[in-house]
């Protein structure tokens, strides 16, 4: 009697199958890093805002008044910023949004350094969230300086870390390929991220600059 040999396929590589599965792709040590302490920045200041206005409406409730620790000039006051309706746009407190978003930056950065490896539908869902929150920071600064007329520096440290981290997940979801560039396009985010920021937040500080030139002379 001749022998029949049964190929066992479940132990077999499915070239197709593996063609046709998303590609996942984990960061580099030093974007979980900059993910870590640019989520922990803005959790931080999203904090300590948050225990500041608490604070501010108890001292209402009790008929006093509150001044938080970071107001310290007619220019640079927490306090004017805070009780402004544009600091609660949402129907609740800017900075408890950021609580979770920034907790959520934290929780991503560390699963990067456990060398964790998302799918393309996650860094392009994740770079969704990070262009939302610069998007959202912009519109705060806009109102802060033209508007409010007043700057928060817990705000501000809020907004850093916020620039920083949406120039990096995009320069990394560019650069693997997971948002359509041309090539040149690449290679200035492979050698360059550091302008993008770096330029951004240079604007944004010769606006402050400007905006109250007369008050930082005098």
């Known amino acids: 009697m001749s022998k029949t040999t049964v ?15 998303p590609r996942a792709e984990g960061g580099s040590r030093a974007l979980a890093l900059l993910l870590v302490i640019t989520g922990a920045a803005g959790l ?6 948050t225990i500041d206005k608490f604070k501010i409406l108890e001292a209402k409730v009790a008929g006093t008044t509150y001044t938080p620790g970071c107001s310290l000039n007619p220019v640079v006051s927490c306090g004017s910023v805070m ?14 949004l950021g609580i979770v978003c920034y907790g959520i930056v934290i929780g991503v950065g560390m699963a990067l350094l456990a060398r ?15 262009l939302f929150g610069v998007g959202f920071c912009a519109w705060l ?8 007329n007043a700057l928060c520096l817990w705000c501000s440290l809020a907004w850093v870390a ?23 396009l690449k290679s200035f985010f492979g050698e360059f991220t550091w302008v993008m920021p770096v330029l951004h937040i ?11 030139w007369d008050f930082w002379l005098s």
């Open 162 to 184: 916020t620039i920083l981290m949406f120039w990096y997940v995009t320069s990394f979801n560019i650069r693997k390929g997971f948002l359509p560039a041309p090539n040149w």
């Open 44 to 49: 931080l200041a999203a904090w300590v805002i």
């Open 141 to 148: 600064m806009f109102q802060s300086l033209y508007r409010i």
């Open 7 to 21: 190929r066992d396929v479940s132990t077999e590589p499915e070239p197709e199958r593996a063609e046709i599965a």
């Open 83 to 96: 009780e402004s309706k544009q600091a609660a746009v949402f129907g609740f407190p800017n900075p408890m």
């Open 116 to 130: 964790a490896r998302f799918p393309r539908w996650y860094w392009l869902t994740f770079n969704a969230g990070c």
């Open 202 to 212: 240079g604007i944004i500080g010769m606006l402050i600059l400007t905006r109250w």
